[in-house]
């Protein structure tokens, strides 16, 4: 267990003619490149907000004398990410939930339907 972590995931999703979302997969290790002007605004806003969420509650910062505030861009003041998961509040649920054999029945029915449509998709021409 570690305790006072976090982790910023990233997802990728697709949206079809009909604007309905997939989820394509989601990276434990995202890539935080500012290959373009968006991201350039986008990646350092989200950085600094996740360590509003994660590291500013153990670690609250110094208020900024009012000549300073100035050098901080109004953009990042707004944090537009929510926390999706506290141990604190979620943990036990979590566990209970974990202990229960119920959650890891319905895993693994997932995973069947996602290997046997694998197992069906692949080339079985017969050919030796």
Not at 47 to 59: E, Y
Request: hydrophobic residues 35%; negative net charge; glycine residues 4%.
């Amino acid at each position: 267990k570690r305790c006072n972590s976090f982790e910023v995931f990233g997802y990728d999703f697709m949206i079809d003619e009909d604007w309905k979302v997939y989820l394509i997969e989601v990276n434990t290790n995202p890539c935080l490149e500012l290959s373009s002007p968006y991201l350039a605004r986008l990646i350092p806003q989200m950085l600094d907000n996740a360590m509003r969420i994660a590291v500013d509650p153990l670690f609250p910062p110094p208020p900024w004398p009012n000549a300073k505030r100035h050098l901080f861009p109004e953009t990042l003041t707004d944090n537009r990410f929510d926390l999706v998961f506290d141990e604190a509040t979620d943990g036990k649920e979590l566990t209970k939930l974990l202990e229960s054999n119920e959650c890891l029945d319905e895993i693994k029915e997932i995973n069947e339907e996602l290997y046997d449509d694998d197992e069906g998709s692949g080339d079985e021409s017969g050919d030796d």
